[in-house]
């Protein structure tokens, strides 16, 4: 039989409680209910002999912990990354070394005597340039193909591009008097800017540095205007591969009508420019539409032949004549440069049209003759000869001795007082 009961009317006061008594002292006060986090084992886990029947319930859930701490890690690491990648880039842009450099040949073209003046309403009537495409419609695209590793959009990006930039550097009005020229430094490859803002602000005659060689514009002091519908052009373009680039050679002349300041309604004359020049593309140029320019030669006039021609040109307008003569060269003088420095401006005095010894003839792919440019600029080759022919591809050889800006087309008999 098991122990006694309590009576039936209870247990007696004072009596004790058993068990019970222990917790007496023990005061659950609100606060201890609140704060207490317990939860019972469920019952596969009592019967896998849990030391305890309930466990304590954090504040925070165990597994929502885990992923705060994942979370917090992962945004540390990356904040981390991103450092690293703003300090140390482990992926190199395109190296501005890369591009090549800029060289450049500029010869003022003298004339014999005072230039003359063309009619104001229709300054290239009855000349050379009259049939000219007026402006950039000058600049006329060949037939197009696939070339080496590059296929047909390729090149007709490049020989776009190539015609956008003859037309930012020759015929935008801004560019050719001596204001803006930001439309041509966009289009140039990152690797050439440096060189290229260099011969803007700091120009010289080092053939790698002469303003002119990568635009055309004229001095803003001499405050020469141009015509209306000043501007033509003709030439050509043609594209081949040169080791991994896309080459695209140009030829063209310019041909500006001028007016120069406090002068009559008549007193307008011609100034005439032969570039020829040469662009290489990569594939990366012609994604974003920039472009590498290699080589220009350059014969411009009428000018002085003492004229500095590294930053602007200054025109030799209608009525005017040159202050100076063309100089002969000189083996023996040592302290001159074997390389061209000027050279006479056949028939700018004039204004006649045709092909006259010593002019240039037609320019490829037309039956029109081109205005009168060099009879002669040359370093150690005969001088006589006519400014005709593909500019000599060699980069090289400095610009000092570089043969003739403009070559011969044809043999033509020697001078026996070759000018410079």
């Given amino acids: 039989m098991s122990g006694p009961g309590n009576p039936p009317e209870g247990t007696p006061e004072g009596a004790s409680g058993g068990g019970e008594d222990e917790y007496r002292s023990v005061v659950f006060d609100e606060s201890f209910v609140r704060a207490a986090r317990i939860q019972e084992f469920s019952a596969q886990e009592r019967l896998d002999d849990a030391d305890r029947a309930v466990r304590v319930r954090h504040v925070i859930p165990r597994g929502l912990a885990r992923q705060a701490v994942a979370l917090i890690t992962l945004i540390v690491v990356a904040f981390g990354f991103a450092i690293y990648m703003g300090v140390r880039h482990p992926y190199k842009g395109r190296d501005q070394d890369a591009a090549e450099q ?188 920039e472009i590498q320019v290699v080589q220009a030669d350059v014969a411009a006039g009428p000018l002085a032949c003492g004229a500095a021609v590294q930053r602007y040109f200054q025109p030799i307008l209608a009525g005017q004549s040159a202050p100076d003569t063309v100089a002969g060269a000189d083996p023996y003088d040592h302290d001159r440069p074997v390389g061209a420095v000027c050279a006479p401006l056949n028939h700018a005095t004039t204004g006649q049209s045709g092909n006259a010894p010593g002019t240039l003839p037609s320019a490829p792919g037309t039956g029109t003759a081109p205005p009168p440019v060099a009879s002669g600029a040359n370093t150690g080759t005969d001088a006589s000869s006519d400014a005709t022919g593909p500019v000599p591809r060699s980069s090289s050889a400095p610009a000092a001795v570089r043969t003739t800006v403009l070559s011969p087309p044809v043999p033509t008999p020697r001078s026996s007082s070759p000018s410079l």
Avoid: C
Avoid at 113 to 141: N, W
Avoid at 180 to 199: E, H, I, M, N
């Fill in 102 to 289: 800029f060289r450049a040949n500029v010869i003022p073209l003298v004339p014999d005597g005072k230039v003359a003046a063309v009619p104001a309403d229709q300054p290239f009537r009855g000349q050379p340039a009259e049939h000219y495409g007026s402006g950039v419609d000058g600049i006329t695209l060949p037939p197009i193909h696939r070339i080496g590793g590059y296929g047909v959009d390729e090149v007709t990006r490049a020989f776009t591009t190539a015609r956008d930039y003859l037309d930012d550097s020759a015929i935008n009005p801004q560019t050719v008097t001596g204001g803006d020229v930001r439309t041509v430094r966009a289009l140039l490859d990152p690797g050439q800017l440096d060189q290229f803002d260099a011969s803007l602000t700091r120009p010289t005659t080092d053939g790698t540095h002469e303003a002119t060689g990568w635009l055309v514009r004229f001095d803003p002091a001499a405050k020469v205007e141009l015509a209306p519908d000043g501007i033509r052009v003709h030439g050509s373009l043609e594209a081949s591969e040169s080791g991994d680039d896309l080459e695209v050679a140009a030829d063209h002349t310019f041909v500006y009508a001028l007016h120069g300041p406090g002068a009559g309604e008549d007193a307008v004359s011609l100034f005439t420019v032969r570039r020829q020049m040469r662009f290489h593309f990569s594939h990366a140029d012609l994604r974003q539409h």
